[in-house]
Every structure is written in structure tokens, then in C-alpha cells.
């Protein structure tokens, strides 16, 4: 009975042994996968403007596992372009994305859109403009009369451009817009179906490496040189109710956004590995192109800052080309609060 007790005894013992090692084991792994094993927190982001190199910044922040150590799980989508990401993000069907504050101005100041909040800038200059090709007679902005343009309905370079082309000496009335897609428009462009698209200036490598003719520029910052570029958005439920959710993400995508800028042909190749359709060549150019406009010397080598002045600046050049039908004010679209500091 004695040994029976015993044999019973010691079975259950190396039963408990084994259970500690397996228990063991197992948080050795979690750690060794990823930190901790608390869940991750998942998350939707749209890009600003389909998936050309402008927006590999995103993908970087998910290959070298920023977004992990931030506590995201993070699915990327392709976005449309202002009025698309602000009406996703709203909706409910995304968390973040990039959007032009000028745009976002311009939807929120003619009550097109509301209850999206700006948190940080990715450029610190508009990277709006006009792009064809040679061949097309447009070298300036006058020669856009009586030319044909596509882009995106919800595109800051379309709904911009009535601002731009009474600033620049355009009349909007000649000219005539068609639609398109995000991903399609250097096609379109590169087929001759239209004269011009509306694009970002570090779409120029792109341009030429498609249409295989050298791309001609209508920069509107040539003509609104307070204007900011593409800002990081959230709805404003997020923001207002999971500020610090917001603050991590914000860091962990611009933690992406220094690493693309510095390895840029790194950056281009994870775009690859995502996105097949992708020009590694191409897509590390407009990152070096977008360098120079996500860094600016009035707000020192921080990235991400905003300033309340230079908005207001934005929205007075609106105000004077009778742009916005509502007065609106910087903190309206951006918490200053959760803006990465200079």
C-alpha cells in the first residue's frame, strides 16, 4: 500500500513538473516573439494615395515591427485621396491616414466634412500639383486652358485647384476635369487619353519611369507657399477618448517615416515585398525627392510638428481666394495636444 502511495505520489509530481515547464516554456516564446504577450491592438490605416513610394513609410513602420513594439497590429490599405481617407476614417472603417491639410481645410470649411482630427504633419510643405509630360504644350500654368485633367473626385490637387488657378491667372472654366483612380492616373496619363493628372511633386519619377517621357511639374506651391502637405488623421472619438493610443501610433508611423527617408532603397524594397505593382527605383526616388518637404527650417529637424500660425496662415490664403464658405480656425482640425512637439 506503502508503494503504491508513493508510485501515485511521484507520478503527480512529475505531472506538476511538466505543466511548469510547458507554462514555462510557453512565456519564453511570447517574450521571444514580441516583447510581451499582451494582445495587440489592431488598427486600419489608409495611405494617402494608392501604394507609389510617397506612402512606403507606412509599410516600413509594419516590416521593422515599430508598430508591434507600439502594441499595433496594423492592416494597410490603399487610400484615394483626401475627401476618400477623411470619409473612411469618419466612417468608422478606418483609424488613421494621411490626408492634405489643405484639403482637410477646404471640406471642413465648406461643410463637406467633420469630426476628423489632425495629430501630426508628414510634409511640412504642400506637395500638390499639375504633372504631364512633353510633348503636351504645358510648361506653365496658363497653358492648362482648354486641357483635359484626371484624378480622384475627393483629391486636394482637384478641389485645390480653383484656388490655385485663380491665384496663377487660370481660368478654371477652361479647363475640364475627368475621373480616375489613384493607381490608374499615371496610366491614363502615359496613354495620352488626358493631358495632365492631378499628382504630388515626388510622383515624378514615377511618371517618367511609366510614360518613359520626361514629366513636367506645375508645383501649387510655386503660387501658396504656407500651405503644409499631407497630415496624419484620426476620427475625433479617437482622438478625443484614446489620446494615448493616438500618441503611440503617431510615434511608431513616424519612427517609419525617418527610417524610409534615410534608407530609401530599404524602404523601396518593402514596399516591393507588399505591394508586387511596385518600382523599387522609382519608389526610393520620390522618397528622396519628399525629403526635402517632410523637414522644414522653421521647425528645426523635429518631424511631425505642427504650428498654429503657419495654419492660420493656410486658412487666410483660403479665406482671401474665396475658397471657404465658414470661417474656421486652426484647432477646429488639429489637436495641438497630441502634435509631436519641436
Known amino acids: 500500500m506503502r508503494r503504491l502511495t508513493r508510485t501515485v505520489a511521484t507520478a503527480a509530481l512529475a505531472t506538476a513538473l511538466a505543466l511548469v515547464s510547458a507554462c514555462s516554456s510557453g512565456s519564453d516564446s511570447a517574450d521571444a516573439k514580441g516583447g510581451d504577450s499582451k494582445t495587440l ?6 495611405t494617402s494615395f494608392g501604394n507609389f513610394g510617397r506612402d512606403s513609410y507606412a509599410w516600413v513602420a509594419k516590416d521593422k515591427g515599430f508598430f508591434k513594439e507600439a502594441g499595433f ?9 483626401t475627401g476618400g481617407v477623411i470619409q473612411t476614417v469618419v466612417g468608422g472603417q478606418a483609424d488613421f491616414g494621411p490626408i492634405d491639410l489643405t484639403g482637410g481645410l477646404l471640406q471642413l470649411g465648406n461643410g463637406q466634412a467633420k469630426d476628423f482630427t489632425a495629430v501630426a504633419a508628414i510634409q511640412q510643405r504642400t506637395m500638390a500639383a499639375i504633372a504631364t509630360v512633353e510633348g503636351k504644350n504645358i510648361s506653365s500654368p496658363k497653358d492648362l486652358e482648354g486641357k483635359k485633367l484626371a484624378d480622384t473626385p475627393g483629391s486636394v490637387v482637384r478641389n485645390l485647384f480653383p484656388t490655385y488657378a485663380r491665384l ?49 511639374m506645375l508645383p501649387y506651391s510655386n503660387v501658396m507657399q504656407d500651405l503644409y502637405g499631407n497630415v496624419l488623421i484620426t476620427s475625433s472619438k479617437i482622438a478625443k477618448e484614446k489620446p494615448e493610443m493616438v500618441k503611440r501610433f503617431t510615434a511608431a508611423l513616424l519612427k517609419g517615416l525617418e527610417y524610409s527617408l534615410a534608407n530609401s532603397k530599404e524602404a523601396a524594397e518593402i514596399l516591393k515585398k507588399n505591394v508586387d505593382a511596385t518600382n523599387p527605383v522609382s519608389a526610393a526616388a520620390e522618397l528622396d525627392l519628399m525629403a526635402a518637404y517632410v523637414r522644414s527650417g522653421n521647425t528645426g529637424t523635429a518631424i511631425g510638428t505642427l504650428d498654429s500660425g503657419r495654419v492660420a496662415k493656410s486658412i487666410a490664403i483660403l479665406q482671401g481666394a474665396g475658397a471657404l464658405k465658414q470661417n474656421i480656425t486652426p484647432e477646429q482640425i488639429i489637436d495641438f495636444s497630441l502634435a509631436p512637439k519641436a
Not at 41 to 46: A, P
Not at 73 to 81: L, P, S, T
Request: glycine residues 16%; hydrophobic residues 40%; aromatic residues 4%.
Open 73 to 81: 497590429d496594423v492592416e494597410i490599405k490603399a487610400g484615394q485621396g
Open 41 to 46: 491592438e489592431k488598427v486600419t490605416y489608409l
Open 168 to 216: 496663377a491667372g487660370v481660368d478654371v472654366n477652361k479647363v475640364t476635369w475627368v475621373n480616375g483612380e489613384a493607381q490608374n492616373l499615371i496610366g491614363t496619363l502615359a496613354a495620352g487619353s488626358v493631358d495632365g493628372i492631378g499628382q504630388f511633386v515626388v510622383g515624378q519619377p514615377t511618371i517618367e519611369g511609366v510614360a518613359k517621357k520626361k514629366a513636367v
